[in-house]
């Protein structure tokens, strides 16, 4: 199946700090998609990207895919607690399977 | 309409056993996935369906896990001769063809003892 490198697996941070994670693919994606889990909750849709360096934004997050189509980030802005969670990514080559990352558990310290 | 909900939330079985899992999808959604997700990994991709077509299975996937969705509403999931290695939690997501965001159920948890 497809492969998805997802990194940094864990991320401390200080509420206000920012918060970015990566997500690499080694072939060309058509699409790729963001998730957000809760503690003992279920993956929530964040967002879709489908353009070859599209930057879509949602308040304090943003998000990037790669020129190649290979690669995107999610960056979050001046972190709060509610930010809680991991974070996965979710590839796909066709439009119909999705394989996920292994997700980047974000931690933040009040 | 108050999301996909899955059935049962928790199962205990005993290794060998056969266990049955249900997904309500969202109505109005003709997609339907199956996902397994253990501690610390992100979502293993199982099945989908298209309405009541099964048009993907993963080629991991033991021939003991069948998935069918008879009338292209709900789902059932089922596991034959459960192991250890099964216990795992098993997510539905539905969607609609062309939108791509999938909105995941609660979750099966199965415990295989």
């Known amino acids: 199946g497809q492969q998805v490198m997802q990194i940094p697996q864990y991320q401390h941070v200080q509420e206000g700090e920012d918060f970015t994670t990566y997500c690499n693919s080694s072939?060309?994606?058509?699409?790729i998609q963001w998730y957000k889990q809760r503690p003992g909750g279920h993956p929530v849709f964040l967002i879709q990207?489908?353009?070859?360096?599209e930057v879509k934004k949602q308040k304090r997050l943003t998000f990037q895919f790669g020129e190649a189509k290979k690669n995107s980030s999610l960056h979050i802005t001046a972190t709060q607690t509610t930010d809680v969670g991991t974070y996965f990514c979710?590839?796909?080559?066709?439009?119909?399977?999705?394989?996920f990352g292994t997700g980047t558990s974000l931690t933040v310290i009040p | 309409d108050t999301g996909v909900s899955q059935n049962p939330r928790h199962k205990i079985t005993k290794r060998g056993q056969n266990v049955t899992f249900r997904c309500d999808p969202i109505?109005?959604?003709?997609?339907l996935y199956w996902y397994r997700q253990t501690l610390g990994q992100g979502p293993e991709f199982l099945t989908y369906?298209?309405?009541?077509?099964?048009?993907?299975k993963s080629r991991l996937l033991s021939d003991r896990f069948s998935a069918e969705r008879p009338k292209g509403s709900f789902s059932t999931l089922e596991i034959q001769r459960t192991e250890q290695g099964d216990s795992a939690m098993y997510l539905c997501?539905?969607?609609?063809?062309?939108?791509?965001?999938?909105?995941f159920g609660p979750g099966t948890r199965l415990t295989v003892t």
């Open positions: 072939t060309t994606l058509s699409n």
């Open positions: 997501a539905s969607s609609l063809v062309g939108e791509g965001e999938q909105y």
């Open positions: 369906f298209q309405n009541e077509a099964q048009l993907e």
């Open positions: 979710a590839v796909t080559n066709t439009g119909n399977q999705f394989y």
């Open positions: 990207l489908v353009k070859s360096g």
């Open positions: 109505s109005e959604h003709n997609r």
